[in-house]
Protein backbone atom coordinates (compact mmCIF):
# COMPACT_ATOMS: atom_id res chain seq x y z
CA UNK A 1 0.00 0.00 0.00
CA UNK A 2 3.10 2.24 0.84
CA UNK A 3 4.24 1.79 -2.55
CA UNK A 4 1.14 2.87 -4.39
CA UNK A 5 1.14 5.76 -2.14
CA UNK A 6 4.36 6.82 -2.70
CA UNK A 7 4.05 6.50 -6.15
CA UNK A 8 0.79 8.57 -5.84
CA UNK A 9 2.36 11.21 -4.86
CA UNK A 10 5.17 11.09 -7.45
CA UNK A 11 2.30 11.18 -10.26
CA UNK A 12 0.91 14.29 -8.47
CA UNK A 13 1.71 16.77 -11.04
CA UNK A 14 -0.19 15.15 -13.79
CA UNK A 15 -3.39 14.16 -11.96
CA UNK A 16 -4.70 17.63 -13.02
CA UNK A 17 -3.70 17.24 -16.65
CA UNK A 18 -4.96 13.74 -16.67
CA UNK A 19 -7.99 14.50 -15.13
CA UNK A 20 -8.62 17.55 -17.40
CA UNK A 21 -8.20 14.98 -20.42
CA UNK A 22 -10.70 12.94 -19.48
CA UNK A 23 -13.30 15.66 -18.74
CA UNK A 24 -12.70 16.90 -22.40
CA UNK A 25 -13.03 13.43 -23.60
CA UNK A 26 -16.40 12.37 -21.90
CA UNK A 27 -17.78 15.82 -22.81
CA UNK A 28 -16.89 15.61 -26.42
CA UNK A 29 -19.25 12.66 -26.68
CA UNK A 30 -22.19 13.74 -24.15
CA UNK A 31 -23.13 16.99 -25.35
CA UNK A 32 -26.76 17.56 -26.09
CA UNK A 33 -28.51 19.47 -28.67
CA UNK A 34 -29.71 23.25 -27.95
CA UNK A 35 -33.36 23.09 -29.65
CA UNK A 36 -34.31 24.73 -32.11
CA UNK A 37 -30.56 24.96 -33.72
CA UNK A 38 -27.61 22.92 -34.53
CA UNK A 39 -26.01 24.53 -31.61
CA UNK A 40 -24.72 22.36 -29.05
CA UNK A 41 -24.19 22.77 -25.28
CA UNK A 42 -22.06 20.46 -22.31
CA UNK A 43 -24.06 17.38 -21.11
CA UNK A 44 -24.00 15.82 -17.61
CA UNK A 45 -23.50 12.46 -18.44
CA UNK A 46 -20.85 9.29 -18.57
CA UNK A 47 -19.80 7.89 -22.03
CA UNK A 48 -19.50 4.04 -22.02
CA UNK A 49 -17.07 4.15 -24.98
CA UNK A 50 -14.69 6.44 -23.63
CA UNK A 51 -14.21 3.67 -20.28
CA UNK A 52 -13.93 1.37 -22.58
CA UNK A 53 -11.27 2.97 -25.17
CA UNK A 54 -9.35 4.37 -20.94
CA UNK A 55 -9.39 0.23 -20.22
CA UNK A 56 -7.96 -1.09 -23.42
CA UNK A 57 -5.44 1.25 -22.69
CA UNK A 58 -4.74 0.36 -19.24
CA UNK A 59 -4.53 -3.06 -20.57
CA UNK A 60 -2.06 -1.93 -23.32
CA UNK A 61 -0.19 -0.12 -20.59
CA UNK A 62 3.65 0.42 -22.49
CA UNK A 63 2.11 -0.39 -26.01
CA UNK A 64 -0.69 2.33 -25.85
CA UNK A 65 1.84 4.94 -27.63
CA UNK A 66 1.29 4.33 -30.93
CA UNK A 67 -2.34 3.82 -30.73
CA UNK A 68 -2.86 6.96 -29.14
CA UNK A 69 -1.04 9.03 -31.46
CA UNK A 70 -2.22 7.89 -34.53
CA UNK A 71 -5.77 5.61 -34.67
CA UNK A 72 -7.43 7.18 -31.23
CA UNK A 73 -7.31 10.77 -32.08
CA UNK A 74 -8.72 10.18 -35.87
CA UNK A 75 -11.35 7.18 -33.99
CA UNK A 76 -12.16 9.79 -31.31
CA UNK A 77 -13.56 12.80 -34.31
CA UNK A 78 -15.82 10.06 -35.63
CA UNK A 79 -17.54 9.28 -32.59
CA UNK A 80 -17.85 12.96 -32.02
CA UNK A 81 -19.27 13.68 -35.47
CA UNK A 82 -21.74 10.30 -35.13
CA UNK A 83 -22.84 11.82 -31.75
CA UNK A 84 -23.43 15.47 -33.17
CA UNK A 85 -25.95 13.78 -35.76
CA UNK A 86 -27.25 12.00 -33.61
CA UNK A 87 -28.33 14.29 -31.18
CA UNK A 88 -28.72 17.46 -33.82
CA UNK A 89 -30.84 15.14 -36.02
CA UNK A 90 -33.49 14.54 -33.15
CA UNK A 91 -33.14 18.47 -32.34
CA UNK A 92 -33.90 19.26 -35.76
CA UNK A 93 -35.58 16.68 -37.58
CA UNK A 94 -37.36 14.80 -34.76
CA UNK A 95 -35.57 11.16 -36.02
CA UNK A 96 -32.28 9.35 -36.42
CA UNK A 97 -29.65 11.17 -38.82
CA UNK A 98 -29.62 8.32 -41.54
CA UNK A 99 -25.96 9.24 -42.55
CA UNK A 100 -26.22 6.99 -45.94
CA UNK A 101 -29.57 7.65 -46.96
CA UNK A 102 -29.74 11.01 -46.01
CA UNK A 103 -25.84 12.31 -47.27
CA UNK A 104 -27.64 11.71 -50.84
CA UNK A 105 -29.59 14.79 -50.20
CA UNK A 106 -27.40 16.74 -49.09
CA UNK A 107 -26.29 18.36 -52.02
CA UNK A 108 -30.23 19.27 -52.25
CA UNK A 109 -30.66 20.71 -49.18
CA UNK A 110 -27.21 22.75 -49.42
CA UNK A 111 -28.76 24.30 -52.83
CA UNK A 112 -31.88 25.22 -50.86
CA UNK A 113 -30.25 26.59 -47.83
CA UNK A 114 -28.13 28.45 -50.15
CA UNK A 115 -31.41 30.08 -51.42
CA UNK A 116 -32.76 30.56 -47.81
CA UNK A 117 -30.19 32.16 -46.22
CA UNK A 118 -27.22 34.78 -47.02
CA UNK A 119 -23.73 33.63 -48.70
CA UNK A 120 -22.01 35.20 -45.66
CA UNK A 121 -24.26 32.94 -43.31
CA UNK A 122 -23.11 29.39 -45.22
CA UNK A 123 -19.49 30.72 -46.09
CA UNK A 124 -19.43 31.14 -42.06
CA UNK A 125 -21.24 27.60 -41.29
CA UNK A 126 -18.68 25.56 -43.45
CA UNK A 127 -15.75 27.45 -41.53
CA UNK A 128 -17.14 26.85 -38.18
CA UNK A 129 -17.44 23.02 -39.63
CA UNK A 130 -14.03 22.84 -40.96
CA UNK A 131 -12.52 24.67 -37.57
CA UNK A 132 -14.47 21.90 -35.44
CA UNK A 133 -13.31 18.99 -37.35
CA UNK A 134 -9.63 20.27 -36.84
CA UNK A 135 -9.94 21.24 -33.16
CA UNK A 136 -11.30 17.97 -32.66
CA UNK A 137 -8.60 16.27 -33.74
CA UNK A 138 -6.02 18.03 -32.20
CA UNK A 139 -7.70 18.18 -28.90
CA UNK A 140 -8.19 14.77 -29.07
CA UNK A 141 -4.15 14.06 -30.21
CA UNK A 142 -3.27 16.38 -26.77
CA UNK A 143 -6.14 14.73 -24.22
CA UNK A 144 -4.83 10.81 -25.64
CA UNK A 145 -1.43 11.86 -25.19
CA UNK A 146 -2.16 12.78 -21.83
CA UNK A 147 -3.71 9.86 -20.66
CA UNK A 148 -1.27 7.34 -22.82
CA UNK A 149 1.58 8.99 -20.86
CA UNK A 150 -0.85 8.03 -17.29
CA UNK A 151 -0.69 4.13 -18.09
CA UNK A 152 2.63 3.91 -18.33
CA UNK A 153 2.77 4.54 -15.06
CA UNK A 154 1.86 1.85 -12.94
CA UNK A 155 -0.30 3.97 -9.86
CA UNK A 156 -2.07 5.89 -12.55
CA UNK A 157 -2.73 3.02 -14.93
CA UNK A 158 -4.30 1.40 -11.73
CA UNK A 159 -6.56 3.72 -10.73
CA UNK A 160 -7.12 4.17 -14.38
CA UNK A 161 -8.32 1.04 -14.66
CA UNK A 162 -10.28 0.83 -11.57
CA UNK A 163 -12.37 4.22 -12.58
CA UNK A 164 -13.05 2.80 -15.82
CA UNK A 165 -13.99 -0.79 -14.50
CA UNK A 166 -16.12 0.50 -12.65
CA UNK A 167 -18.05 2.96 -15.38
CA UNK A 168 -18.67 -0.26 -17.06
CA UNK A 169 -19.81 -1.83 -14.07
CA UNK A 170 -22.17 0.36 -13.32
CA UNK A 171 -23.47 1.00 -17.35
CA UNK A 172 -24.55 -2.46 -17.18
CA UNK A 173 -25.80 -2.62 -14.12
CA UNK A 174 -28.22 -0.10 -15.27
CA UNK A 175 -29.05 -1.57 -18.69
CA UNK A 176 -30.13 -4.64 -16.52
CA UNK A 177 -32.05 -2.67 -14.12
CA UNK A 178 -31.00 -2.66 -10.53
CA UNK A 179 -28.23 -0.25 -10.68
CA UNK A 180 -30.08 3.50 -10.21
CA UNK A 181 -30.24 5.77 -12.81
CA UNK A 182 -27.98 8.59 -12.10
CA UNK A 183 -25.32 8.95 -12.97
CA UNK A 184 -26.93 9.12 -16.56
CA UNK A 185 -25.32 8.26 -19.78
CA UNK A 186 -25.05 9.39 -22.80
CA UNK A 187 -26.17 6.82 -26.09
CA UNK A 188 -23.30 5.07 -27.11
CA UNK A 189 -22.42 6.01 -30.85
CA UNK A 190 -20.99 2.88 -32.02
CA UNK A 191 -24.42 1.35 -32.27
CA UNK A 192 -25.59 4.41 -34.21
CA UNK A 193 -23.17 3.41 -36.77
CA UNK A 194 -23.89 -0.06 -37.07
CA UNK A 195 -27.52 0.89 -37.76
CA UNK A 196 -26.05 2.74 -40.83
CA UNK A 197 -24.30 -0.06 -41.59
CA UNK A 198 -27.67 -2.71 -41.66
CA UNK A 199 -29.08 0.20 -44.25
CA UNK A 200 -26.10 0.14 -46.66
CA UNK A 201 -27.45 -3.35 -46.85
CA UNK A 202 -30.75 -2.13 -48.20
CA UNK A 203 -28.52 -1.35 -51.89
CA UNK A 204 -27.08 -5.16 -52.02
CA UNK A 205 -31.07 -5.94 -52.95
CA UNK A 206 -34.13 -7.47 -51.34
CA UNK A 207 -33.03 -10.95 -51.45
CA UNK A 208 -29.92 -9.97 -50.11
CA UNK A 209 -30.63 -8.12 -47.20
CA UNK A 210 -34.42 -7.13 -47.70
CA UNK A 211 -36.36 -7.16 -44.07
CA UNK A 212 -39.76 -9.13 -44.28
CA UNK A 213 -42.36 -6.97 -45.28
CA UNK A 214 -46.49 -7.74 -44.10
CA UNK A 215 -48.84 -8.89 -46.60
CA UNK A 216 -50.51 -6.16 -48.49
CA UNK A 217 -54.18 -5.21 -48.30
CA UNK A 218 -56.84 -5.89 -50.47
CA UNK A 219 -56.57 -3.31 -53.49
CA UNK A 220 -59.64 -4.44 -55.83
CA UNK A 221 -62.56 -2.26 -54.36
CA UNK A 222 -64.78 -1.72 -57.05
CA UNK A 223 -64.84 1.98 -56.36
CA UNK A 224 -68.59 2.37 -57.12
CA UNK A 225 -69.36 4.44 -54.26
CA UNK A 226 -66.90 7.00 -55.92
CA UNK A 227 -69.66 7.34 -59.19
CA UNK A 228 -66.86 8.43 -61.19
CA UNK A 229 -66.24 11.51 -58.97
CA UNK A 230 -61.88 13.01 -59.50
CA UNK A 231 -59.93 11.67 -56.93
CA UNK A 232 -57.31 13.69 -55.42
CA UNK A 233 -54.79 12.59 -52.50
CA UNK A 234 -52.85 15.91 -51.03
CA UNK A 235 -50.26 14.69 -49.26
CA UNK A 236 -49.76 18.28 -47.69
CA UNK A 237 -46.09 18.85 -46.60
CA UNK A 238 -44.94 18.85 -43.20
CA UNK A 239 -48.76 19.09 -41.86
CA UNK A 240 -48.48 17.81 -38.56
CA UNK A 241 -50.85 17.70 -35.30
CA UNK A 242 -48.59 20.30 -33.69
CA UNK A 243 -50.26 23.29 -35.72
CA UNK A 244 -53.63 21.77 -33.85
CA UNK A 245 -51.72 21.34 -30.43
CA UNK A 246 -49.54 24.52 -29.83
CA UNK A 247 -51.80 26.86 -29.14
CA UNK A 248 -50.49 29.69 -31.11
CA UNK A 249 -50.04 28.19 -34.31
CA UNK A 250 -53.75 27.47 -34.11
CA UNK A 251 -54.51 30.60 -33.42
CA UNK A 252 -52.84 31.83 -36.40
CA UNK A 253 -54.51 29.70 -38.57
CA UNK A 254 -57.66 30.42 -37.48
CA UNK A 255 -58.81 32.86 -39.98
CA UNK A 256 -57.39 30.33 -42.95
CA UNK A 257 -59.23 27.12 -41.86
CA UNK A 258 -62.55 28.90 -41.33
CA UNK A 259 -62.19 29.96 -45.17
CA UNK A 260 -61.30 26.09 -46.08
CA UNK A 261 -64.54 25.10 -43.91
CA UNK A 262 -66.59 27.82 -45.79
CA UNK A 263 -65.88 26.87 -49.42
CA UNK A 264 -66.71 22.92 -48.42
CA UNK A 265 -69.95 24.18 -46.82
CA UNK A 266 -70.62 27.04 -50.21
CA UNK A 267 -69.71 24.10 -52.55
CA UNK A 268 -72.11 21.80 -51.03
CA UNK A 269 -69.13 19.54 -49.63
CA UNK A 270 -69.03 18.23 -46.17
CA UNK A 271 -65.43 17.17 -44.54
CA UNK A 272 -65.06 14.47 -42.22
CA UNK A 273 -61.11 14.12 -39.91
CA UNK A 274 -59.11 12.07 -38.14
CA UNK A 275 -55.70 11.61 -37.07
CA UNK A 276 -53.11 8.61 -38.27
CA UNK A 277 -49.30 7.74 -37.15
CA UNK A 278 -46.93 8.66 -39.96
CA UNK A 279 -44.25 6.19 -40.50
CA UNK A 280 -41.78 8.94 -40.16
CA UNK A 281 -41.12 12.63 -38.74
CA UNK A 282 -39.23 16.12 -40.02
CA UNK A 283 -38.68 14.57 -43.15
CA UNK A 284 -38.54 11.37 -45.59
CA UNK A 285 -41.43 12.21 -47.04
CA UNK A 286 -41.47 9.53 -49.47
CA UNK A 287 -41.49 6.93 -46.84
CA UNK A 288 -45.19 8.34 -46.01
CA UNK A 289 -46.31 8.34 -49.87
CA UNK A 290 -45.57 4.31 -50.09
CA UNK A 291 -47.02 3.58 -47.03
CA UNK A 292 -50.09 5.40 -47.98
CA UNK A 293 -50.04 4.33 -51.51
CA UNK A 294 -49.21 1.00 -50.85
CA UNK A 295 -51.34 -0.09 -47.28
CA UNK A 296 -47.61 -1.07 -45.88
CA UNK A 297 -46.04 0.34 -43.24
CA UNK A 298 -42.76 1.56 -44.71
CA UNK A 299 -40.60 3.29 -42.02
CA UNK A 300 -37.13 3.40 -42.97
CA UNK A 301 -35.18 3.39 -46.51
CA UNK A 302 -34.29 -0.11 -46.08
CA UNK A 303 -38.19 -1.30 -46.15
CA UNK A 304 -38.71 1.35 -48.46
CA UNK A 305 -35.88 -0.36 -50.98
CA UNK A 306 -37.44 -3.63 -50.73
CA UNK A 307 -41.21 -2.70 -51.29
CA UNK A 308 -40.23 -0.88 -54.64
CA UNK A 309 -38.60 -3.90 -55.57
CA UNK A 310 -41.69 -6.38 -54.72
CA UNK A 311 -43.26 -5.37 -57.84
CA UNK A 312 -46.76 -4.95 -55.43
CA UNK A 313 -49.96 -3.48 -56.41
CA UNK A 314 -50.72 0.01 -55.15
CA UNK A 315 -53.52 2.82 -54.57
CA UNK A 316 -52.85 3.75 -58.12
CA UNK A 317 -53.01 0.17 -59.71
CA UNK A 318 -56.44 -0.23 -58.27
CA UNK A 319 -57.61 3.25 -59.26
CA UNK A 320 -56.20 2.45 -62.85
CA UNK A 321 -58.33 -0.62 -62.97
CA UNK A 322 -61.49 0.81 -62.49
CA UNK A 323 -60.94 2.98 -65.75
CA UNK A 324 -59.29 6.34 -64.07
CA UNK A 325 -56.75 8.47 -65.25
CA UNK A 326 -53.97 8.34 -62.52
CA UNK A 327 -51.59 11.32 -62.76
CA UNK A 328 -48.60 12.06 -60.43
CA UNK A 329 -48.51 16.02 -59.70
CA UNK A 330 -45.01 16.44 -58.34
CA UNK A 331 -44.42 20.54 -58.57
CA UNK A 332 -41.10 19.94 -56.25
CA UNK A 333 -39.33 16.68 -58.48
CA UNK A 334 -36.61 18.31 -60.69
CA UNK A 335 -34.45 15.30 -61.60
CA UNK A 336 -35.46 11.56 -62.90
CA UNK A 337 -38.09 9.78 -60.75
CA UNK A 338 -37.50 5.81 -61.31
CA UNK A 339 -40.39 5.38 -58.59
CA UNK A 340 -42.56 6.62 -61.21
CA UNK A 341 -42.22 2.71 -62.97
CA UNK A 342 -42.94 1.34 -59.63
CA UNK A 343 -46.41 2.91 -59.48
CA UNK A 344 -47.33 3.27 -62.83
CA UNK A 345 -49.10 6.44 -63.46
CA UNK A 346 -50.57 7.32 -66.87
CA UNK A 347 -48.70 10.70 -66.31
CA UNK A 348 -46.31 12.30 -64.26
CA UNK A 349 -45.64 16.10 -63.88
CA UNK A 350 -42.92 17.07 -62.67
CA UNK A 351 -40.88 20.62 -62.27
CA UNK A 352 -40.10 20.75 -66.68
CA UNK A 353 -43.61 20.01 -67.81
CA UNK A 354 -45.32 22.19 -65.29
CA UNK A 355 -43.19 24.95 -67.79
CA UNK A 356 -43.29 28.04 -64.33
CA UNK A 357 -41.76 30.68 -65.85
CA UNK A 358 -42.94 33.28 -62.52
CA UNK A 359 -41.30 34.40 -60.04
CA UNK A 360 -39.10 31.84 -58.12
CA UNK A 361 -40.69 31.67 -54.98
CA UNK A 362 -37.69 29.99 -52.57
CA UNK A 363 -35.84 26.71 -53.64
CA UNK A 364 -39.15 24.93 -54.65
CA UNK A 365 -40.07 27.67 -56.75
CA UNK A 366 -43.85 26.35 -58.36
CA UNK A 367 -46.69 27.33 -55.59
CA UNK A 368 -48.70 24.69 -55.47
CA UNK A 369 -52.08 26.92 -56.84
CA UNK A 370 -49.99 27.44 -60.07
CA UNK A 371 -49.39 23.97 -60.18
CA UNK A 372 -53.27 22.87 -59.59
CA UNK A 373 -53.81 25.53 -62.10
CA UNK A 374 -51.43 24.03 -64.58
CA UNK A 375 -52.95 20.23 -64.08
CA UNK A 376 -56.41 21.76 -64.88
CA UNK A 377 -55.25 23.11 -68.04
CA UNK A 378 -53.18 19.97 -68.79
CA UNK A 379 -56.07 17.45 -67.87
CA UNK A 380 -58.88 18.79 -67.45
CA UNK A 381 -59.49 20.28 -71.33
CA UNK A 382 -59.71 16.56 -72.48
CA UNK A 383 -63.19 15.57 -74.07
CA UNK A 384 -64.51 13.24 -72.80
CA UNK A 385 -62.31 12.11 -70.01
CA UNK A 386 -61.46 9.91 -67.69
CA UNK A 387 -62.11 10.62 -63.79
CA UNK A 388 -58.54 11.57 -62.30
CA UNK A 389 -57.03 9.71 -59.52
CA UNK A 390 -54.50 12.41 -58.84
CA UNK A 391 -51.40 12.15 -56.30
CA UNK A 392 -49.95 15.72 -55.58
CA UNK A 393 -47.16 16.25 -52.60
CA UNK A 394 -47.28 19.81 -51.74
CA UNK A 395 -44.13 21.59 -51.99
CA UNK A 396 -44.94 25.44 -50.79
CA UNK A 397 -44.80 23.88 -46.90
CA UNK A 398 -41.32 22.22 -47.20
CA UNK A 399 -38.94 23.75 -45.41
CA UNK A 400 -37.36 26.57 -44.96
CA UNK A 401 -41.25 27.25 -45.72
CA UNK A 402 -40.66 30.32 -47.68
CA UNK A 403 -40.85 32.80 -49.38
CA UNK A 404 -44.13 31.72 -50.37
CA UNK A 405 -46.14 33.35 -53.00
CA UNK A 406 -49.02 35.69 -52.67
CA UNK A 407 -52.55 33.46 -52.96
CA UNK A 408 -54.20 34.71 -56.38
CA UNK A 409 -58.11 35.19 -55.44
CA UNK A 410 -58.33 35.11 -59.61
CA UNK A 411 -57.64 31.23 -60.74
CA UNK A 412 -57.50 32.26 -64.20
CA UNK A 413 -54.68 34.61 -64.27
CA UNK A 414 -52.52 32.19 -62.55
CA UNK A 415 -51.21 30.86 -66.24
CA UNK A 416 -50.85 34.24 -68.12
CA UNK A 417 -47.60 36.02 -68.45
CA UNK A 418 -47.12 38.03 -64.96
CA UNK A 419 -49.73 36.84 -63.59
CA UNK A 420 -48.29 38.42 -60.35
CA UNK A 421 -48.57 41.90 -59.46
CA UNK A 422 -44.27 43.02 -58.98
CA UNK A 423 -45.03 44.99 -55.49
CA UNK A 424 -46.84 41.34 -54.06
CA UNK A 425 -43.88 39.56 -55.48
CA UNK A 426 -41.46 41.73 -54.29
CA UNK A 427 -43.15 41.82 -51.03
CA UNK A 428 -43.17 37.91 -50.58
CA UNK A 429 -39.43 37.74 -51.63
CA UNK A 430 -38.49 39.86 -48.73
CA UNK A 431 -40.41 37.54 -46.03
CA UNK A 432 -37.35 35.38 -45.98
CA UNK A 433 -37.23 32.56 -43.34
CA UNK A 434 -35.31 33.29 -40.11
CA UNK A 435 -33.76 29.45 -39.90
CA UNK A 436 -33.10 30.26 -36.01
CA UNK A 437 -37.18 30.44 -36.01
CA UNK A 438 -39.17 28.28 -37.98
CA UNK A 439 -42.37 28.98 -37.03
CA UNK A 440 -43.36 32.04 -38.44
CA UNK A 441 -42.97 31.07 -41.80
CA UNK A 442 -44.00 27.61 -41.60
CA UNK A 443 -47.33 28.98 -40.41
CA UNK A 444 -47.31 31.32 -43.03
CA UNK A 445 -46.91 28.65 -45.50
CA UNK A 446 -49.93 26.18 -44.10
CA UNK A 447 -52.35 29.26 -44.24
CA UNK A 448 -51.03 29.57 -48.18
CA UNK A 449 -52.11 25.83 -48.07
CA UNK A 450 -55.36 26.38 -46.98
CA UNK A 451 -56.27 28.84 -48.83
CA UNK A 452 -55.25 26.89 -52.10
CA UNK A 453 -57.28 23.49 -51.26
CA UNK A 454 -60.39 26.01 -50.54
CA UNK A 455 -59.93 27.94 -53.68
CA UNK A 456 -59.54 24.79 -55.38
CA UNK A 457 -62.74 23.64 -54.01
CA UNK A 458 -64.26 26.81 -55.31
CA UNK A 459 -62.98 26.65 -58.67
CA UNK A 460 -64.66 23.17 -58.89
CA UNK A 461 -67.71 24.02 -57.40
CA UNK A 462 -70.23 21.67 -59.98
CA UNK A 463 -67.39 19.22 -60.10
CA UNK A 464 -67.97 15.74 -58.59
CA UNK A 465 -64.62 15.69 -56.73
CA UNK A 466 -62.89 14.17 -53.52
CA UNK A 467 -60.44 14.93 -52.04
CA UNK A 468 -57.74 13.47 -49.49
CA UNK A 469 -55.65 16.02 -47.93
CA UNK A 470 -53.47 14.42 -45.29
CA UNK A 471 -50.03 15.42 -43.73
CA UNK A 472 -47.12 13.32 -44.98
CA UNK A 473 -45.31 13.88 -41.20
CA UNK A 474 -44.79 16.36 -38.44
CA UNK A 475 -42.69 19.54 -39.45
CA UNK A 476 -39.23 19.56 -38.52
CA UNK A 477 -38.75 19.59 -34.32
CA UNK A 478 -37.04 22.83 -34.94
CA UNK A 479 -40.91 23.76 -35.26
CA UNK A 480 -42.72 21.09 -33.83
CA UNK A 481 -40.36 20.52 -30.82
CA UNK A 482 -38.51 17.84 -29.67
CA UNK A 483 -41.12 15.72 -27.75
CA UNK A 484 -44.27 15.96 -30.39
CA UNK A 485 -45.97 13.00 -31.67
CA UNK A 486 -45.67 11.43 -35.11
CA UNK A 487 -49.61 12.09 -35.48
CA UNK A 488 -50.90 13.93 -38.86
CA UNK A 489 -54.31 15.29 -39.68
CA UNK A 490 -56.26 13.68 -42.78
CA UNK A 491 -59.13 15.55 -43.88
CA UNK A 492 -61.99 13.77 -46.69
CA UNK A 493 -64.10 16.22 -48.26
CA UNK A 494 -66.52 15.27 -50.58
CA UNK A 495 -70.15 15.67 -51.43
CA UNK A 496 -71.31 11.85 -51.25
CA UNK A 497 -73.32 11.27 -47.80
CA UNK A 498 -73.08 7.58 -47.90
CA UNK A 499 -69.16 7.70 -48.25
CA UNK A 500 -68.79 10.29 -45.65
CA UNK A 501 -71.11 8.40 -43.24
CA UNK A 502 -68.68 5.10 -43.66
CA UNK A 503 -65.71 6.72 -42.59
CA UNK A 504 -67.21 8.38 -39.39
CA UNK A 505 -68.39 5.16 -38.33
CA UNK A 506 -64.54 3.83 -39.11
CA UNK A 507 -63.09 6.73 -37.00
CA UNK A 508 -63.41 9.92 -38.53
CA UNK A 509 -65.40 12.66 -37.26
CA UNK A 510 -67.05 15.90 -39.36
CA UNK A 511 -65.22 18.77 -39.52
CA UNK A 512 -61.73 19.92 -40.21
CA UNK A 513 -60.95 19.42 -36.37
CA UNK A 514 -59.35 15.76 -35.74
CA UNK A 515 -59.81 14.26 -32.56
CA UNK A 516 -57.78 11.50 -30.65
CA UNK A 517 -57.31 8.76 -30.65
CA UNK A 518 -55.80 8.06 -33.99
CA UNK A 519 -57.36 5.54 -36.63
CA UNK A 520 -53.85 3.93 -36.67
CA UNK A 521 -50.98 3.69 -38.43
CA UNK A 522 -51.20 5.31 -41.62
CA UNK A 523 -51.51 2.31 -43.91
CA UNK A 524 -54.28 1.32 -42.20
CA UNK A 525 -56.30 4.03 -44.01
CA UNK A 526 -56.09 2.07 -46.91
CA UNK A 527 -58.60 -0.57 -46.69
CA UNK A 528 -60.57 2.36 -44.89
CA UNK A 529 -61.01 4.57 -47.45
CA UNK A 530 -61.22 1.95 -50.35
CA UNK A 531 -64.47 0.37 -48.38
CA UNK A 532 -65.61 3.73 -47.91
CA UNK A 533 -65.19 4.31 -51.54
CA UNK A 534 -66.99 0.87 -52.26
CA UNK A 535 -70.15 -0.23 -54.05
CA UNK A 536 -71.67 -2.22 -51.90
CA UNK A 537 -73.90 -3.17 -55.36
CA UNK A 538 -71.14 -3.82 -57.42
CA UNK A 539 -70.54 -2.73 -60.62
CA UNK A 540 -67.62 0.67 -60.24
CA UNK A 541 -66.49 2.55 -63.03
CA UNK A 542 -66.34 -1.54 -65.39
CA UNK A 543 -70.31 -0.48 -66.65
CA UNK A 544 -69.13 2.92 -67.51
CA UNK A 545 -65.91 2.73 -69.23
CA UNK A 546 -64.57 -0.24 -72.03
CA UNK A 547 -61.05 -0.48 -69.96
CA UNK A 548 -58.47 1.05 -68.26
CA UNK A 549 -58.24 4.50 -68.29
CA UNK A 550 -60.63 4.49 -71.44
CA UNK A 551 -63.35 6.45 -73.03
CA UNK A 552 -66.89 6.38 -71.19
CA UNK A 553 -69.13 4.27 -73.29
CA UNK A 554 -72.23 5.37 -71.43
CA UNK A 555 -73.49 8.59 -69.92
CA UNK A 556 -72.89 9.27 -66.43
CA UNK A 557 -69.63 10.69 -65.63
CA UNK A 558 -69.41 14.43 -65.91
CA UNK A 559 -66.18 15.98 -67.69
CA UNK A 560 -65.17 19.42 -65.97
CA UNK A 561 -67.14 22.40 -67.57
CA UNK A 562 -64.75 24.32 -69.74
CA UNK A 563 -65.90 27.46 -67.72
CA UNK A 564 -64.28 25.57 -64.52
CA UNK A 565 -60.68 26.26 -66.26
CA UNK A 566 -58.42 28.80 -65.87
Known sequence: ???????????????????????????????????PTPKIRWGYALSIELAIVVLILVAAGGRAGLVTRRALPALWVTLIAGHYLDVTGHGLYGRDFNLYWDAQHLGNVGAMLARAAPWWLIALSLLVGVLAITASYVAARLTFAIVGEAVQRRASRLVLGVLSAAVIVLFAGQMLGPFPTPPAFADPVTPAYARQARYVLATLGPRVAGPSLPASPALDADLGGL?????????????????????????ALADSRAGLERAVSETGRQMVSAYADSPTFGASSWLAHLTLLSGVEVRDQYAYTSLMSSGRETLVTSFARRGYRTVALMPGMRQAWPEGAFYGFDAIYGYDSLAYDGPRFGWWTIPDQYALAKLDALEGT??????????????????????????????????????????????ALSNRPDLTNLRPSYVHAMAYEYAT??????????????????????????????????????????????????????????????????????????????????????????????????????????????????
Open 1 to 35: MSHLTNALTRDWRLWPFVAGAVFLLNASVTFDNVW
Open 382 to 427: RHPRAPLFVVFPTSTTHAPFGPVAPYHTDWSRLLADEAYEEERVER
Open 453 to 566: LAGYLREHAGDALVMIAIGDHQPAAAVSGAEASWLVPVHVIASRDELLTDLEARGFRPGLQPQRPPIGGMHALVPILLQAFDDPGGGGLDAQYDSPGGRPVTAGIAAAPATDLP
Open 227 to 251: EGADVFLVFVESYGAVTFDTPSMAA
